[in-house]
């Protein structure tokens, strides 16, 4: 597969990436070796990059894939602490548990507005000493916020920008309320336009709009200064069929098996206001004592429809 210059970082990616979330214990929790054996698959078919973080525990997933063979691809990791304890902490665990020197690009994990940023600036500082240490090769931060997405823009010790978007808008966030992808797509021609390097993720918008999968991957390859798609792989299906489409020799016909389909709650973001139990036709969602929502899995359908009800997009379709 081709690769591209991840902005000025002198690193270069796929155009696909690798999203290792999805195998892990907060989504399909495959066995070590079958996640392991996904990844090596991406891999072997030329898939580079590799994506990551210390709250998501799939380290041993990509330790394992690489055992014994010649790749090296660039990883991706990120961190959800404040302060510059914490961000060490992460670096440390990350270059152990991957058993790697250096890690190719460390993020700020999901950066929610710039107070949030200014709250992280101990973080932010341990990444740029990190780097200037030689233990990271590019910093930045990851988010679903348009307003964060521009003020990395403007940050120069910011080398990426790893920022939600996709077709509907799905999940994308502007000051207290949703944005738009035209308003991610400026922020993100932006950060392109300063020489970052820019990954994008949520092109599914969580699986929800893998039933338009052509549809879903053109337009965002088709967004100015977007250098590669994280993508969250359950299969090896999943990342054949996507090597399919980057090399334009996909069936036409082809449709996603959703067989792997799941739902999943962000507690932290999930305000308990009740629209998607309202909303679900099988009675599969039901709130604790404490307020929060959750789902019964033997009893869900998978049909997705609760989630573009819910007012802080705290439901995710996964798959
Ligand atoms: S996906 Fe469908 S069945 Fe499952 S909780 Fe949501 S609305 Fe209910
Ligand atoms: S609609 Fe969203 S915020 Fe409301 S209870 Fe359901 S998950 Fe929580």
Redesign the pocket.
């Known amino acids: 597969m081709y690769k591209k210059q991840l902005g000025n970082t002198g690193i270069e990616v796929t155009p696909i990436g690798f999203g290792v979330l999805t195998i892990g214990g907060t989504q399909l929790n495959l066995p070590i070796e079958d996640g392991a054996e996904i990844i090596r698959n991406a891999l072997e078919r030329g898939i580079n990059f590799l994506d990551t973080a210390q709250y998501y525990r799939t380290y041993s997933y990509i330790r394992e894939a690489l055992k014994g063979t010649s790749f090296d691809p660039v990883i991706v990791s990120k961190c959800l602490d404040s302060d510059y304890r914490g961000m060490e902490y992460a670096i440390e665990e990350a270059r152990r548990e991957l058993d790697r020197d250096l890690i190719d690009i460390f993020l700020l994990h999901e950066v929610r507005s710039k107070e949030d940023f200014n709250d992280r600036l101990g973080a932010w500082e341990c990444l740029q000493e990190a780097k200037a240490k030689g233990l990271i090769r590019a910093i930045g931060v990851s988010t679903h916020h348009v307003d964060v997405a521009e003020l990395v823009a403007e940050t120069p010790e910011a080398d990426v920008l790893f920022p939600l978007i996709n077709f509907k808008s799905l999940g994308i966030r502007k000051g207290q309320g949703f944005g738009t992808k035209e308003d991610m797509a400026e922020a993100i021609k932006k950060s392109a336009d300063k020489g970052q390097g820019v990954f994008a993720m949520k092109v599914f918008g969580g699986g929800i709009l893998t039933k338009d999968y052509r549809k879903a991957l053109e337009y965002v390859f088709s967004l100015e200064g977007v250098h590669s798609l994280m993508i969250g792989f359950g299969s090896r299906d999943e990342v054949d069929r996507i090597i399919e489409m980057v090399e334009g020799t996909l069936d036409p016909n082809y449709t996603p098996d959703l067989s792997n389909k799941r ?1 999943w709650i962000e507690q932290g973001d999930c305000e308990g206001c009740g629209r ?1 139990i309202e ?4 009675d ?2 039901y709130i604790n004592d404490i307020g929060l929502t959750y ?1 019964n899995h033997d009893i ?7 989630a573009p009800v819910c007012p802080s997009r705290a439901i995710i379709m996964i798959g």
């Open positions: 739902i998607c909303r679900c036709p099988n599969a969602l789902v869900c359908i998978r049909c997705g429809y609760c």
